[in-house]
């Protein structure tokens, strides 16, 4: 945690991203601060070109300092929309399963009309990116941001591919129901632990764990279905078909996955070779 001038300056600083002052007065007023204070410690940013007036941060060169990873970046929007984003996974991800269950196909048909608003939610995140004070951070961490949101917008269509197989007969046999509801409860967990990276920066590293546990599961139901359905040439369409629902579901862990580690590296830089979970992350 920052303390004394190196404090102030990162306040200076967020500042200058969330108001855009035209002033260092407007600066003094919203800090409480004297001007004169705010001209001492901007002076060696300035000399470095680091700020430039009227008052604009080249995040890229600010990004060398250390002050830089105490500095709370113009994310509001962009993570209001992750919010918004990971809300409309997550119900549809219950939706589908449900559908699934009890073989409703409006409900599927419902989360396949409504992936265009997963598509939106994705456009305006990169246009947002693009706007604002946004524009300024590095070129590596808005990469980072736009990955994040392409992640989510890839887990919701696999959710609208299961849809798409439900209404084309898709449904579950009564001796895989409890397996089903495992992998349901499996990927929820998943793609909660990675969101919750994306929007708190909370590291849970138990999500490796259950991503092992998903292909042991999805690995069984593959042998159950086999051992089942071996005999039934009728049924050949249903192990083809289930087969590419468990390719989604697979995916959809694989994009969890995707989002925690992104996400992780946005806030706290790549992984450095030699850490303690590197070993997870190979």
């Known amino acids: 945690m920052l303390r004394g001038k190196d404090?102030?300056?990162?306040?200076?600083?967020?500042t200058i991203l969330n108001d855009e002052p035209e002033t260092q007065d407007e600066i003094a007023k919203k800090l409480n601060i004297s001007r004169r204070y705010v001209a001492k410690l901007l002076k060696p940013l300035i000399d470095d070109r680091i700020v430039l007036h009227p008052y604009i941060v080249d995040m890229n060169k600010l990004s060398k300092l250390e002050i830089y990873g105490n500095i709370e970046k113009p994310l509001y929007n962009v993570m209001a929309l992750f919010d918004k984003m990971g809300k409309n996974v997550l119900y549809n991800l219950d939706k589908v399963f449900n559908a699934l269950k009890t073989r409703n196909l409006e409900d599927a048909k419902s989360i396949i009309f409504q992936d265009?608003?997963?598509?939106?939610?994705?456009?305006?995140?990169?246009?947002s990116i693009k706007m604002d004070n946004l524009k300024y951070l590095p070129m590596e961490q808005t990469i980072l941001l736009s990955s994040i949101a392409s992640n989510i917008e890839r887990c919701?269509?696999?959710l609208s591919n299961i849809a798409e197989e439900i209404t084309n007969g898709l449904y579950i046999k009564d001796y895989l129901h409890e397996?089903?509801?495992?992998i349901h409860d499996i990927i929820r967990k998943m793609f909660i632990i990675s969101m919750d990276m994306a929007l708190n920066k909370k590291m849970t590293f138990e999500i490796y764990d259950l991503e092992k546990k998903l292909h042991e599961k999805l690995n069984k139901i593959m042998k159950d279905l086999v051992e089942n359905e071996k005999c039934k040439s009728n049924n050949i369409n249903y192990y083809i078909q289930f087969g590419m629902f468990l390719k989604d579901i697979e995916r959809f862990g694989d994009?969890?996955?995707?989002?925690f580690k992104?996400?992780?590296?946005?806030?706290?830089g790549p992984l450095?070779?030699?850490?303690?979970?590197?070993?997870?992350d190979s």
Not at 262 to 268: G, I, L, N, T
């Open 116 to 127: 265009y608003a997963l598509n939106k939610l994705e456009e305006e995140i990169h246009l």
């Open 255 to 259: 994009r969890c996955i995707k989002i």
């Open 262 to 268: 992104v996400s992780r590296e946005f806030y706290y």
């Open 156 to 158: 919701g269509d696999y």
């Open 179 to 182: 397996d089903i509801n495992e």
């Open 272 to 280: 450095q070779e030699g850490s303690g979970d590197i070993k997870k």
């Open 7 to 14: 404090a102030t300056l990162a306040a200076i600083i967020e």
